[in-house]
């Protein structure tokens, strides 16, 4: 049999997609991928939907979450397989985070309005639609407003960190995303550790509890995937990737373009069946 690929790190309209749950199963598949892992920011939204949308030439789907975290300024994203995505508790927390993230929004908008640039709530609103509000749809207000001529000047200028009107999401803390994700049985994992400054605050985080570490990813070189890879190794940790996919005209827009062999889907399930058992 040939080998099977997994994509373990998917967006959708439930935060700051362009591909509506339903629809991401199919177009995964046509990618030649098997498996896939919705991983929302901070939002479980468009896990029963998109399993509910599974069928005959769609992939399989891991239910996941990315939660953001921040120590010391900097953001730290812990991705989550297999969580038990009903737990009550877990759900209401995803709640507060959805409500800080509109508050979060409403200081942007504010900071943008010093900076002369007069970006009303509502279009951004409509804009985030059902989706879990972040900066992308500010970003594309910002677009559409005329403020701004391309995605990544929004951030370069305005949003992104370092740029005027960035705001911290004053958030969870690494360790209590790694225990949030750990409590409701899943698999907590380090998303795209290159976009870390600091190198020795992964030991930090293994201490917490983190099982695995994204090695696959857009913004990696082939030498940092190696490197992380042998790190996970090293620390007896999993390894996972994916392609970060939010759609086209966002960031990263390749779906499927980074994977991982099926086995790692393998990996992670052992490894759930060893803390169950
Ligand atoms: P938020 O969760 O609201 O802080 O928004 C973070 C999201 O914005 C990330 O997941 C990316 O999709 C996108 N993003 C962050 N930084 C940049 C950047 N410099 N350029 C383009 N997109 C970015
Ligand atoms: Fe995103
Ligand atoms: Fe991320
Ligand atoms: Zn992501």
Known sequence: MPEQYADLHLHTTCSDGLMRPEDIGALAAQAGIATIAITDHDTICGIDRAIAARGN????????????????????????????????????????????????????????????????????????????????????????????????????????????????????????????????????????PGTLKEEGFIRQLILWGLKGIEAVHPVHTQRMIDYYKTLAKTHGLLYTGGSDFHGEGRRFNSIGKQKVPSQVVRDLKSLIQHNNG
């Open 57 to 192: 030439s769609t992939a399989e789907v891991i239910p996941g979450v990315e939660l953001s975290a921040v120590i010391d300024e900097t953001e730290v994203h812990i991705l989550g397989y297999f969580i038990d995505w009903h737990e009550a508790t877990f759900t209401e927390r995803m709640g507060q985070l959805r409500r800080g993230r509109l508050e979060r929004a409403k200081k942007i908008l504010l900071r943008l309005k010093e900076l002369g640039v007069d970006l009303p709530l509502e279009s951004v609103l409509e804009i985030a639609g059902e989706g879990v509000i972040g900066r992308p749809h500010i970003a594309d207000g910002l677009i559409r407003g005329g403020f701004v001529s391309s995605y990544d000047e929004a951030f370069d200028r305005y949003i992104g960190q370092g740029a005027p009107a960035y705001i911290p999401k004053q958030l969870l803390h690494p360790a209590e995303a790694i225990r949030l994700i750990s409590s409701v049985g899943g698999i907590p994992v380090l998303a795209h």
